[in-house]
């Protein structure tokens, strides 16, 4: 019995020592993450995050959230001295990690991931003095921010993976021949011809989805005046609101901000964030929209995502609806 208990443990050594190896090309078991949505762990002195160097890097990550009826930070930050940094602080989900010192031979920045835990974004700068850090984080401000949330939305992409509702993605599959990854909590609200409302609704909140198709014609009904106007005309036929001859709409005193992308496979893509209202009525919100023309050439395909949550934060409720709607694929 000893014996086996020996050759047990050495087999295990073997095992956790080889594992470790390079020559395998095998990773290291991580611990999940820790932390809430957006949440950002700045390692950085107490003094240095209160002048104006830190305040450059808060600026960025505390910056405004786009087309929320009220403010909402794009990240909540928590500082950190590096003294305080233990393990347990190393398993944030986003980590900002700053070293400013004479020493340093070249202000640079490195965005990495898995450093001490999965799925962990990691930021590592490297500054010679304050000037050099403030020139440095303004300089990548869009790729910082970007950084964070492409990973969130990721993450929240992988929470909803294997919980699908089955009927909705076999009917949007059906019905427009693409696949969206709509979570199983979902239901379909209402379905014509050329229109789907799917929603989530508790008594605090709704989120909602409306997957609309038109004929394509060319590349200006891509314009944001085009596009909002097409949204607007489904809307009114297809969107009541509570009270007689109220529909929804778009707000048209915001500013809708238009995103385009083409991916490496030559998808093109235009992505809109803004808000909506209830024309005859008081209700509103923010809503995001992605636009695509179909396989064949022949229409476009607008995924359309709302929320509605009266006293409620919506940053992460928008985002939530942003991951769901950018699964979609052909």
């Not at 790729?143 to 992409?157: N, S, V």
């Amino acid at each position: 019995m000893k014996k086996i208990a020996i050759v047990f443990v050495v087999a295990l050594l073997t095992v956790l020592t080889s594992c470790n190896t390079e020559s395998n090309k095998e990773r290291i078991i991580l611990t999940n993450i820790s932390g809430e949505l957006n949440d950002v762990l700045v390692v950085m002195q107490q003094s240095t995050w209160d002048s104006e160097t830190g305040k450059s890097l808060k600026k960025i990550l505390q910056s405004e959230y786009y087309a929320l009826p009220q403010y909402e930070p794009s990240f909540k930050a928590i500082q950190i001295d590096r003294s305080g940094f233990t393990n347990m602080f190393q398993l944030y989900r986003n980590i900002v990690d700053v070293n400013i010192s004479e020493k340093v031979k070249t202000s640079k920045i490195w965005f990495g991931n898995d450093v001490y835990a999965r799925p962990q974004s990691y930021l590592k700068i490297d500054a010679k003095n304050g000037i050099e850090f403030i020139a440095l984080v303004e300089k990548n401000a869009d790729k910082i921010k970007a950084f964070f949330k492409d990973a969130e939305i990721a993450r929240l992409q992988n929470t909803y993976k294997n919980r699908f509702n089955e009927d909705i993605l076999k009917h949007i599959k059906k019905k427009f021949d693409v696949r969206v990854e709509i979570p199983a909590n979902y239901k379909l609200e209402t379905d014509s011809n050329n229109f789907s409302w799917i929603s989530f609704e508790t008594p605090q909140i709704s989120q909602g989805i409306f997957i609309y198709e038109y004929n394509y014609t060319d590349t200006s009904q891509f314009s944001v005046e085009n596009l909002i106007k097409t949204r607007n005309e489904f809307l009114k036929e297809y969107v009541p609101g509570p009270r007689k001859n109220s529909f929804m709409t778009t707000e048209p005193e915001f500013p809708v901000r238009k995103t385009t992308n083409i991916d490496s496979s030559g998808f093109y893509s235009v992505f809109l964030e803004g808000l909506w209202k209830v024309q005859g009525d008081f209700m509103g919100g923010p809503f995001i929209s992605y636009s695509f023309v179909n396989k064949s050439q022949t229409s476009i395909i607008c995924i359309d995502a709302y929320v509605y949550g009266p006293k409620k934060d919506k940053r992460n409720l928008i985002m939530q609806l942003e991951a769901i709607i950018k699964t979609v694929r052909y």
